[in-house]
C-alpha cells in the first residue's frame, strides 16, 4: 500500500500562485508515474499535470505555461506550483501515483480545495 498526504491548497487571487505537496509513503518501490488530477463542481475529474521517472512531464493544454510539476525523489514527494491563477482552476485537487510491482495499481490522496476568487 501507499500512502498519499497532500497540502497546500487554499483560497487566492485570480492572478496568484499556490504550490501543491504530495509526500508518498509506504510501499513505494516499483512507482513510475506521479501526477495531479482535479475535479470542480459538476465536471469530470480531468489530469492536471504529471511527471514519470527520468524526468519527463505532461500537462493539461488549460495549464501549460502557467503550471509546473516536479518530484524530490529524496523525499517521495510530488509538487505543482500553479502560477496565474485563474477562477477556472477552482477545484479539488488530488495526487495519483502509478506502480507497476507487485501489480498495476494507481494510489489516491484524498484531495486538497484550491479556490481562486477575488
Known amino acids: 500500500q501507499v500512502q498519499l498526504v497532500e497540502s497546500g491548497g487554499g483560497l487566492v487571487q485570480p492572478g496568484g500562485s499556490l504550490r501543491l505537496s504530495c509526500a508518498a509513503s509506504?510501499?513505494?518501490?516499483?512507482?513510475?508515474?506521479m501526477g495531479w488530477y482535479r475535479q470542480a463542481p459538476g465536471k469530470q475529474r480531468e489530469l492536471v499535470a504529471q511527471?514519470?521517472?527520468?524526468?519527463?512531464?505532461n500537462y493539461a493544454a488549460s495549464v501549460e505555461g502557467r503550471f509546473t510539476i516536479s518530484r524530490d525523489n529524496t523525499n517521495n514527494t510530488v509538487y505543482l506550483q500553479m502560477n496565474s491563477l485563474k477562477p477556472e482552476d477552482t477545484a479539488v485537487y488530488s495526487c495519483?501515483?502509478?506502480?507497476?510491482?507487485?501489480?498495476?495499481?494507481?494510489?489516491w490522496g484524498q484531495g486538497t480545495q484550491v479556490t481562486v476568487s477575488s
Open positions: 509506504g510501499s513505494i518501490f516499483s512507482i513510475y508515474a
Open positions: 511527471i514519470f521517472n527520468g524526468g519527463s512531464t
Open positions: 495519483e501515483v502509478r506502480k507497476v510491482l507487485p501489480s498495476p495499481a494507481s494510489y
